[in-house]
């Protein structure tokens, strides 16, 4: 009975207060504000600012993110065998990482005074701030587990973390977006190209401008990196990682081991590989929506601003998201959250350009948006519940379930943002001119309609098999508050 109360008391000791909660959701926006900025303006500022080739800029996007996704396990293994200190394990990683990823985030958006080896300057950086960045969102992430023992309280600073992440998607978009467009540069008409005369004057103001567009992408990435140092420091300061399951004596297991406990665990497998298709649908629109908007639809002045409403829409429906996986259990809301974007996709790409139309569409969109951020972190807990239920003399692999997920999303983005700049290229893309050809924007629709509609119908075929239920959840959470009393 004793024994009962101060485990009792202990449970009352870990819930989180609001305070902490919100620190908890800060240290997220870092990871979201540049990744929103990389995955929306990149591609467009390596071909039409710092004017690549389009095939050299597939080599950098996929490199890159492949290289980034490789990094995933390996800094989830170390960050499992990191002796505890003071300040726990997770967060000497983020705070040692911060300072020179923000550094590499500022080179990326630097165009180099050189000609011939620009191509490895933006391969370098970009891989180095991947790199980093995993070195900070890896802890970050697996700290989840490590903030409360409570399924609620998780649940509920998961909640917080994802509308602060999304409102980081809408700074990063907003800061890149209203920054460097108020820098637009003209493009080419090829009825000026007959005109030599006009040509040369055409292109030296043109340089001109293309000097004051590169100038407002490095104002924008030095804003975004001083948001992402004063995010940290909330973050280090404001919450306290606990020692959950015993992790300052835990005994250290193989990676390999580690990994095949982990990737033999079916709920995880299932998950991950439902929301890997879900979400490479979404980073092909992500990537590929701002070239849609502007040659396609033909919206060169607005499409910053249709970027900005889309994720503003996605941060507002977050809490209605919470409140419905709640309400209705997280796997209805996987179902009408993600489908919630099908017929808008469909829609934009049927419709004959009209403003209004997309506005609307990036409203309605911007609320699947929140599904597809809130739902996959909300799950992964789940799983690891489900994990340490059947294996209770197995723990400690919290930062490895973790990072194979950030593994396979980031495996995912590389996939889409290398593929779709190299069909791009195929299909004729010109950096700098006012209208693209006909192959070109069919290739545009694919990229953003019907390829996305295939992989989230893919995505929820698999994730059908998926065996955590409501049920099983209740279930998982009374089997560790028992493990707990032992």
Same mark, same amino acid.
């Given at each position: 009975?004793?024994?009962?109360? *101060?485990?009792?008391q202990?449970?009352?000791?870990?819930?989180?207060?609001?305070?902490?909660?919100?620190?908890?959701?800060i240290?997220?926006?870092?990871?979201?504000?540049?990744?929103?900025?990389?995955?929306?303006?990149?591609?467009?500022?390596?071909?039409?600012?710092?004017?690549?080739?389009?095939?050299?800029?597939?080599?950098?996007?996929?490199?890159? +993110?492949?290289?980034?996704?490789v990094?995933?396990?390996?800094?989830?293994?170390?960050v499992?065998?990191?002796?505890? &200190? +003071?300040?726990g394990?997770?967060?000497?990683? *983020?705070?040692?990482?911060?300072?020179?990823?923000?550094?590499?985030?500022?080179?990326?958006w630097?165009?180099?005074?050189?000609?011939?080896?620009?191509?490895?300057?933006y391969?370098?950086?970009?891989?180095?701030f991947?790199?980093?960045?995993?070195?900070?969102?890896?802890?970050?992430?697996?700290?989840?587990?490590?903030?409360?023992?409570?399924?609620?309280?998780r649940?509920?600073a998961?909640?917080?973390?994802m509308t602060?992440?999304?409102?980081?998607?809408?700074?990063?978009t907003?800061?890149?977006?209203?920054?460097?467009?108020?820098?637009?540069?003209?493009?080419?008409?090829?009825?000026?190209? &007959?005109?030599?005369?006009?040509?040369?004057?055409?292109?030296?103001?043109s340089?001109i401008?293309?000097?004051?567009?590169? +100038?407002?992408?490095?104002?924008?990435?030095?804003?975004?990196?001083?948001?992402?140092?004063?995010?940290?420091?909330?973050l280090?300061f404001?919450?306290?990682?606990?020692?959950?399951d015993?992790?300052?004596?835990?005994?250290?297991?193989?990676?390999?081991?580690?990994l095949?406990?982990v990737?033999?665990?079916?709920?995880?497998?299932?998950?991950?590989?439902?929301?890997?298709?879900?979400?490479?649908?979404?980073?092909?629109?992500?990537?590929?929506?701002?070239?849609?908007?502007?040659?396609?639809?033909?919206?060169?002045?607005?499409?910053?601003?249709?970027?900005?409403? *889309?994720?503003?829409?996605?941060?507002?429906?977050?809490p209605?998201?919470q409140w419905?996986?709640?309400?209705?259990?997280k796997?209805t809301?996987?179902?009408i959250?993600?489908?919630?974007?099908?017929?808008?996709?469909?829609?934009v790409?049927?419709?004959?350009?009209n403003l209004?139309?997309?506005?609307?569409?990036?409203?309605?969109?911007?609320?699947?948006?929140?599904?597809?951020f809130?739902?996959?972190?909300?799950?992964?807990?789940?799983?690891?519940?489900?994990?340490?239920?059947q294996?209770? &003399?197995?723990?400690g692999?919290?930062?490895?379930?973790?990072?194979?997920?950030?593994?396979?999303?980031?495996?995912?983005?590389?996939?889409?943002?290398?593929?779709? &700049?190299?069909a791009?290229?195929?299909?004729?893309?010109?950096?700098?001119?006012?209208?693209?050809?006909?192959?070109?924007n069919?290739?545009?629709?694919?990229l953003v309609?019907?390829?996305p509609?295939?992989?989230?119908?893919?995505g929820?075929?698999?994730?059908?098999t998926?065996?955590?239920?409501?049920?099983?959840?209740?279930?998982?959470?009374?089997?560790?508050?028992?493990?707990?009393?032992?």
């Open positions: 009975m004793l024994g009962t109360g *101060i485990f009792f202990e449970l009352q000791m870990e819930t989180l207060t609001v305070w902490s909660k919100v620190c908890f959701a240290g997220g926006a870092p990871y979201q504000i540049t990744g929103s900025a990389l995955g929306f303006f990149l591609q467009i500022f390596l071909l039409d600012v710092a004017l690549l080739d389009p095939l050299n800029a597939s080599v950098i996007l996929f490199v890159g +993110r492949a290289w980034d996704a990094t995933d396990p390996t800094v989830g293994f170390l499992s065998r990191t002796p505890w &200190t +003071r300040h394990r997770m967060m000497p990683w *983020i705070l040692i990482s911060t300072t020179p990823a923000v550094l590499c985030y500022f080179l990326i630097v165009v180099p005074p050189i000609e011939q080896g620009k191509m490895w300057w391969l370098l950086f970009y891989c180095l991947q790199t980093l960045q995993t070195c900070f969102h890896v802890p970050y992430s697996a700290l989840t587990m490590f903030i409360s023992t409570e399924q609620k309280e649940d509920s998961t909640a917080y973390r602060v992440e999304v409102l980081g998607t809408v700074v990063g907003a800061i890149q977006g209203q920054i460097v467009g108020m820098a637009n540069i003209p493009c080419i008409n090829s009825t000026s190209l &007959t005109n030599s005369s006009h040509h040369s004057m055409h292109g030296n103001n340089q401008l293309l000097d004051s567009k590169r +100038r407002a992408y490095m104002i924008a990435s030095a804003v975004i990196s001083l948001i992402c140092v004063l995010c940290a420091v909330v280090f404001g919450v306290t990682e606990q020692d959950s015993g992790l300052k004596a835990q005994k250290h297991v193989s990676f390999r081991r580690g095949r406990l990737m033999s665990h079916g709920p995880y497998v299932k998950l991950v590989l439902a929301f890997l298709f879900t979400s490479l649908a979404f980073m092909l629109m992500e990537g590929n929506f701002a070239l849609f908007i502007k040659y396609t639809l033909g919206f060169r002045e607005d499409f910053q601003n249709i970027l900005l409403v *889309i994720m503003l829409s996605a941060t507002l429906t977050i209605m998201w419905f996986l709640c309400r209705f259990g796997k809301a996987v179902y959250g993600i489908t919630w974007a099908v017929p808008f996709m469909i829609v790409v049927c419709v004959n350009s209004f139309v997309s506005y609307i569409v990036s409203v309605a969109a911007g609320a699947s948006v929140a599904a597809a809130l739902l996959p972190w909300s799950m992964l807990p789940d799983v690891v519940d489900d994990f340490k239920v294996n209770p &003399t197995s723990q692999h919290e930062a490895i379930f973790y990072s194979f997920y950030v593994f396979f999303t980031k495996f995912a983005s590389g996939v889409s943002l290398g593929v779709s &700049t190299l791009l290229s195929f299909a004729g893309y010109v950096p700098g001119v006012c209208v693209q050809s006909d192959s070109v069919l290739t545009l629709k694919m309609s019907a390829a509609v295939s992989l989230i119908a893919l929820l075929l698999v994730f059908k998926y065996p955590i239920n409501e049920e099983r959840r209740q279930y998982n959470n009374k089997q560790l508050q028992l493990l707990l009393l032992q």
